[in-house]
């Protein structure tokens, strides 16, 4: 029987994924305590990765929905690394967001607003977190947008 979160997210629309496999020689997640370090995820969707570069060939909105797809496989990662059980969540401690923008655009928080916005739906005030909005001048594949993540477990 689906808990409180997965619930959530079902009305929301969202099916979590399996979590993706790591592109290079790294973990997917880390835990530490009650925390549980998730290593950049990436945009993707159903076509594979989101690319693009904010400021260039992307709008914000479009980097936003990256920024949301990046949320939704943090919580697959996190799912995975709760063995299953995502209903052990705690709260979201930190997201860390790096969006492949141009060195002229400002906005990468509005672009991250669409992890956060996301996290904050699907999880109430257990979505609120501390966070950094980065720029960077290229991301792995192309993408749009990665983010980490740590999350404090029960």
């Known amino acids: 029987m689906p808990g409180k979160i997965e619930t959530r997210l079902a009305e929301l629309g969202v099916t979590l994924p399996d979590a993706p496999a790591p592109a290079a020689n790294y973990v997917p997640y880390v ?5 549980v370090h998730v290593s950049g995820q990436v945009s993707s969707g159903a076509g594979g990765f989101i690319t693009g570069k904010l400021g260039a060939d992307m709008e914000v909105a479009a980097g936003a929905a990256a920024a949301r797809s990046c ?22 401690v930190k997201l860390t967001g790096f969006v492949n923008s141009t ?3 400002t906005d990468q ?35 749009a947008v990665e983010i980490e993540a740590i999350f404090q477990i029960a």
């Open 31 to 35: 835990i530490v305590g009650e925390l």
């Open 71 to 92: 949320a939704i496989s943090l919580l697959s990662q996190l799912k995975a690394a709760c063995g299953g059980d995502i209903e052990r969540l705690v709260r979201v």
């Open 103 to 105: 060195g002229d655009f």
């Open 109 to 143: 928080p509005k672009v991250i607003n669409g992890a956060s916005d996301f996290l904050v739906e699907a999880l109430g005030d257990a979505g609120r977190h501390a966070r950094s909005a980065v720029s960077a001048a290229s991301l792995p594949f192309g993408v």
